[in-house]
């Protein structure tokens, strides 16, 4: 039997490196247009998206020149004219065939010669309609925008940029840390609700209703006998009511004499509490509190019930006078919960402190501020 080979004689198969569109055969005429002379008429022997060639053998053609002319198409009995442009690349004598490359063409046209040699290759049906949809419409995307490159910054510019940038940081960290330390404060720290430190005091009264100057400051430390303040008193509170047998020039010449006297220090003390110089301070009210330099003061702080499985007799407490950057620790020396009482009710727990050093005296009856970490890593023996 013999094979019979089909070709397809309407496609011309060039190398890839010699041509860069496909050649097909369609059926189409071109139409030269002249400037001087008549209008010339050819028939295209085959066409592609970058050209075409035609037959013929009398001609005016020469390699590189530049012609216009239209491209006639018969599309459903209607005649389609694509206005092109091209240049005369080759004049084969030989061959009869003369070849042009397009030049300037539109985009509109490009697109009508690729839908024509498209629809021929695939074999579809070149029809009207579709032809004019696809002159019609945008085939083509705008080109993109090449995106600007930054200019190149100053060394001022660089500076400032590192200095901003390294002060939001900064800002930023210690917000992050006081944010952190809040939640630390509230959630692993147990804190009282109120603290006072009180140590054994000697209290200092007028003996009679007069005047009073203080000789010392608070934190003064003072001898027993040491004079630490003077007072004035009138000679008629020394009667004791004796003043029938006094004439009245007498009592009005006692009325205005008074008694000088000194008030002295019971013991060797720290002073805690002066009263201010007054012309006149009732007798028996207290005007200097003395503290034992040999006792030991005790802090009373006031817990929520709540904490109280967080505390256990011999913690150690931090203990910190308000208002001022002056702290010490404190050992737990008991607990108990507070009754009876109309402030504080069975809701508190009163625990009772012992310094770990020596506490400056000037805090005795300062408001104070007691608190516990309860977060503790657990200790595991292997």
């Known amino acids: 039997m013999s094979s019979v080979k089909k070709t397809n004689l309407n496609l011309v198969h060039e190398s890839e490196a010699q041509r860069q569109y496909a050649r097909v055969k369609i059926p189409a005429t071109v139409r030269i247009l002249r400037d001087t ?115 190149g910054q100053s060394a001022l510019q660089k500076t400032t940029a590192f200095i901003a940038t390294a002060v939001m940081f900064v800002v930023g960290l210690a917000a992050a840390f006081f944010v952190a330390t809040q939640l630390y404060n509230i959630l692993f720290v147990v804190h009282s609700k109120n603290a006072v430190m009180s140590s054994p005091a000697f209290e200092v009264e007028m003996p009679k209703s007069g005047a009073f100057k203080s000789l010392v400051s608070v934190g003064d430390e003072v001898q027993a006998g040491q004079p630490i303040a003077t007072m004035s008193l009138p000679l008629l509170g020394y009667l004791n009511g004796s003043t029938d047998n006094i004439g009245a020039d007498e009592l009005e010449a006692l009325a205005t004499r008074n008694v000088s006297g000194t008030l002295s220090s019971p013991c060797d003390c720290v002073v805690s509490k002066v009263h201010p110089d007054s012309e006149f301070i009732a007798s028996g009210a207290s005007v200097v509190s003395l503290s034992d330099k040999s006792s030991t003061p005790a802090v009373e702080a006031y817990f929520d019930i709540a904490d109280a499985n967080d505390l256990h007799q011999g913690d150690v407490l931090t203990v910190e006078a308000m208002g001022t950057d002056y702290t010490f620790d404190a050992r737990i020396e008991s607990i108990s919960v507070v009754k009876n009482d109309a402030v504080l009710d069975n809701t508190t727990v009163r625990v009772v402190l012992e310094p770990l050093s020596k506490v400056d005296s000037r805090y005795s009856d300062w408001p104070l501020a007691v608190s516990k970490e309860a977060f503790n890593i657990p200790e595991y023996s292997f």
């Open 37 to 151: 002379k008549s209008d010339e008429l050819f028939r295209v022997y085959d066409i592609s998206a970058g050209g075409f060639s035609i037959n013929a053998s009398n001609h005016s053609f020469i390699p590189g020149n530049k012609e216009k002319g239209q491209l006639v198409f018969v599309i459903d009995g209607f005649k389609f004219l694509v206005d092109v442009e091209f240049e005369t690349i080759y004049v084969s004598e030989q061959h009869n065939k003369i070849g042009f490359q397009f030049q300037n063409i539109s985009q509109r046209n490009t697109a009508a010669l690729r839908y024509i040699i498209t629809s021929f290759l695939s074999g579809e049906i070149v029809s009207v309609g579709d032809m004019v949809a696809t002159i019609g419409r945008e085939n083509y995307t705008s080109d993109r925008k090449a995106k600007s490159q930054p200019e």
